[in-house]
């Protein structure tokens, strides 16, 4: 499979947490070094780092993208992509797009199954302003593994129920962003990776223009609105 003039190949490279060297890894974190390599080798082998704008402004409107784009996401929202991220980034004139849960921007307690140190919404400004950075959804609410897991639909929900409570979390995260003053893609990455079938169109009508999931694969990237939704990432 090759690249042509009006399409791209387009590998997306997930991360979360990104912690200093010697400090403990998991299965959602990387050390700054292993980060920092990761950039090196893509840097070297002709890679491009870009924005997701650009990817969607390249299926959109015709715009160029470089013969080897590649997309970094960082899920989530931790406070390392200030610390750790962000000046790698500045050293390797690379970008990326930081995957937002509203619940942990606004300094909730619920709505998020998963507890580190996150960016509120100064922090995400902050991110913002280098340039660099870009953000998408990872929901309001719904970063949940309960008995919803992700934007999964319950087996004794309706199809208006279920709209009904994606739209609120929509709706929701819309509101707490402009409140803050913080533009957001209309992007969304599925929490988990579990993708809603469902969901996928609601977003489309809400005017989302771009899903990510957690599939590993190589997207292959057109002048067609269609290959934006369910993204996968490795």
């Known amino acids: 499979a090759t690249a042509t003039q009006d399409s791209r190949l387009l590998p997306i490279i997930m991360y979360h947490d990104v912690v200093p060297d010697g400090e403990q890894l998991d299965e959602y974190t990387v050390s700054a070094t292993q980060l920092e390599e990761d950039l090196a080798a893509l840097a070297r082998e002709g890679w491009q780092t870009v924005r997701l704008s650009e990817v969607i402004d390249f299926v959109q409107n015709g715009a160029t993208l470089p013969e080897k784009p590649v997309l970094l996401v960082f899920d989530d929202g931790y406070d390392s992509v200030l ?99 913080v533009t957001m893609i209309k992007s969304f990455a599925y929490p988990y990776g579990f993708v809603e079938p469902l969901a996928d169109s609601l977003m489309r009508k809400q005017g989302y223009e771009a899903t990510m999931t957690s599939e590993p694969h190589i997207n292959r990237i057109e002048r067609n609105p269609d290959c934006l939704y369910r993204l996968g990432r490795f």
């Open 83 to 181: 610390t750790q991220v962000l000046p790698l980034l500045e050293k390797y004139d690379a970008r990326a797009v930081v995957s937002v849960i509203g619940a942990r921007a606004q300094g909730l307690a619920d709505g998020c199954d998963t507890s580190r140190q996150y960016m509120d919404w100064d922090a995400l400004s902050q991110a913002l302003a280098s340039g660099r950075i870009e953000l998408q959804s990872h929901s309001a609410q719904l970063h949940v593994f309960r008995a919803r897991k992700g934007l999964q639909q319950l087996p004794d929900e309706t199809e208006e129920a279920y709209a009904k409570m994606l739209l609120a979390d929509m709706n929701q995260m819309d509101a707490w962003s402009e409140d803050a003053g």
